[in-house]
């Protein structure tokens, strides 16, 4: 039976967005756990189960991927979904997960009520071109980068928003375009460099750290060959 669908409200989407990387990094222990939980508070249906399953045990899958998985679905479940993800990570256990999601809360809801924009929900990235070497390296070594990239790309494109170099509306874009039909790992990654080459000095310079921390080191090679 179909679960309730759309995006969720601006203040929890951001919320899970922005603690992305660091709710990868504990929910991969046992996401399927958590899919079935999810299950049966009616916010997952069984094939929204079957797919987070299947990015676990596919031959090129790991928990990792699973744990992205269960959080892009979650994305779009539907007004309820957030709090019975808080609901259910308390119940598996995941406490300091729930302390660090309702902090965020606190954070947005203090902004909310001052007026303030905070930093927290809306990221100013830099805009335009890097140099002209920079934008060549890149575009001379694009093929060769995806292909590098690919099956760590949303561990580069977490590291850059982490890094403040791209924007959660990229990171949306990114997304989507592995979502789409004829889309993928590959696509993903094409758009993310399409981003990078228009996030200026900054851009580049953080796409670089993000593919070091995350041992892209032929990439890094590429672009840096010094």
Known sequence: ????????PDDQY???????????????QDPVGLARSLFQKHVFDDDDVEKIKREERCVTGSKKDAANKLLD?????????????????????YIDTVRRLTSENKIQDSSEKTG?????????VEKGRPSEEKYN????????????IKNNYKDV??????YKAISDDDVERIKKEEMR?????????????????NRGETGYTKFLEA????KCFKAVFRLEPG
């Not at 951001?14 to 991969?28: C, E, F, P």
């Not at 679905?73 to 256990?93: H, Q």
Request: charged share 25%.
């Open 14 to 28: 951001n919320t899970i967005v922005q603690s992305y990387t660091g709710l990868i990094d504990d929910i991969k």
């Open 157 to 162: 494109m977490n590291s850059l928003f982490n």
């Open 1 to 8: 039976m179909p679960c309730n669908a759309g995006r969720l």
């Open 73 to 93: 679905i979650l994305l779009n479940s539907g007004d309820a979904a957030y709090g019975s993800f808080i609901d259910a990570l308390n119940e598996n256990g």
């Open 211 to 214: 593919l070091y921390t995350n």
């Open 181 to 197: 039909q004829d889309g993928g790992k590959k696509s993903a990654t094409s758009e993310m460099l399409d981003i990078v080459l």
């Open 137 to 148: 390296r890149i575009r001379d070594n694009y093929d060769h980068l995806t292909d590098e």
């Open 116 to 124: 303030r924009v905070t930093e927290k929900q809306h990221i100013e």
